[in-house]
C-alpha cells in the first residue's frame, strides 16, 4: 500500500502541511525486546531541508525520534537512510551534499538515541532522482527518506 499525502503525519505526531509523507507496507512479525511479537511494516519518513544544507530542521525531530523508536523496539529491523539533492549546483557537488543530508539523520541517531551504526545504510543520489522531473529545480528534492525495514 502506498498513500502520499501533503503533509507529514505519523501515529500521534503533529502534521505540518506543505511537505510529502510517504508510507509503503510489507509486514513481518517481531519479537520485542521484552519476549511479546507483533506486527511491523516497512516504514518511509521523509526530511526535507534548505537549499545547500545538511541541518535538520527542528520540525522533523519528532520523525527522527520515531525511526529511533522503531530501530531499539524492533531489534531486528534496520534502517536505509537515502540522501537527495535538487539540481542546482554542480552534479558531484549535489552527489555529496545528498551524502551529507544522510549522513546527518544517520549522526543524530547514532549519537542522540544510541542507535548501533551496523543498524543503518546510507545511499546518496543526488539529483539522478527528483521527485517532480517536470520542474528543473524542486524544494521537494531536497530530502533524505529513511526506510525502516523490518529483517
Excluded at 520515531?66 to 531499539?72: K, Q
Amino acid at each position: 500500500m502506498r498513500i502520499a499525502k501533503r503533509a507529514i503525519c505519523f501515529l500521534s505526531l503533529v502534521c505540518t502541511v506543505g511537505f510529502t509523507f510517504v508510507h509503503a507496507e510489507t509486514n513481518s512479525t517481531f519479537v520485542h525486546l521484552d519476549g511479546k511479537s507483533s506486527t511491523f511494516a516497512t516504514q518511509q519518513f521523509s526530511v526535507y531541508f534548505d537549499k545547500g544544507s545538511v541541518e535538520i530542521p527542528i520540525i522533523f525531530d519528532p520523525i527522527i525520534e520515531t525511526v529511533a523508536v522503531r530501530l531499539i523496539e524492533f531489534s531486528n529491523s534496520r534502517a536505509l537512510i537515502e540522501g537527495y539533492a535538487d539540481s542546482s549546483g554542480e552534479r558531484q557537488a549535489n552527489k555529496l551534499l545528498s551524502y551529507h543530508r544522510a549522513q546527518a539523520i544517520g549522526k543524530r541517531l547514532v549519537q542522540q538515541y544510541a542507535i548501533s551504526r551496523q543498524k543503518i545504510d546510507m545511499i546518496a543520489f543526488g539529483e539522478d532522482r527528483p521527485i517532480d522531473s517536470t520542474r528543473e529545480i524542486s524544494p521537494n528534492d531536497r530530502r533524505a527518506l529513511i526506510i525502516l525495514e523490518p529483517r
